[in-house]
């Protein structure tokens, strides 16, 4: 488990896309990270446990492009932080928003009321 005050923080040129995770409860964020990034087999992601705070990875893909890539835990005492405390940190120089929604939850306007800031 990572915390949020431990990202990377580059005072150089940013040399790298950041790329961070989110959206509700269960809806594949860390599924996905581990099957497109980290070359996991989808029936593998079945053992995966729920992210806590943030699992941050680094990769290099098509050879020159490296990514930052942050998947956020949806338990709602970290998503306040997101939002409060921690957001200069999370939310600085982020290149990608990627929000997972599962098509059969009924509560995806839930986490979307969060971006409506």
């Known amino acids: 488990m990572k915390e949020i005050n431990d990202l990377n923080e580059d005072n150089e040129e940013k040399n790298f896309i950041k790329i961070l995770l989110m959206g509700n409860r269960g809806v594949g964020k ?67 928003l990627i929000f997972v929604a599962d098509a059969s939850d009924f509560n995806i306007e839930n986490g979307l009321n969060l971006f409506k800031k």
């Open 30 to 96: 860390t599924s996905i990270k581990s099957i497109i990034f980290q070359q996991q087999l989808p029936k593998d992601t079945l053992k995966l446990a729920p992210t806590n705070e943030i699992e941050e990875i680094h990769v290099k893909i098509m050879g020159n492009i490296n990514i930052n890539l942050i998947d956020c835990c949806s338990k709602d005492e970290y998503i306040n932080k997101y939002f409060t405390t921690k957001e200069k940190k999370l939310f600085s120089k982020v290149d990608i």
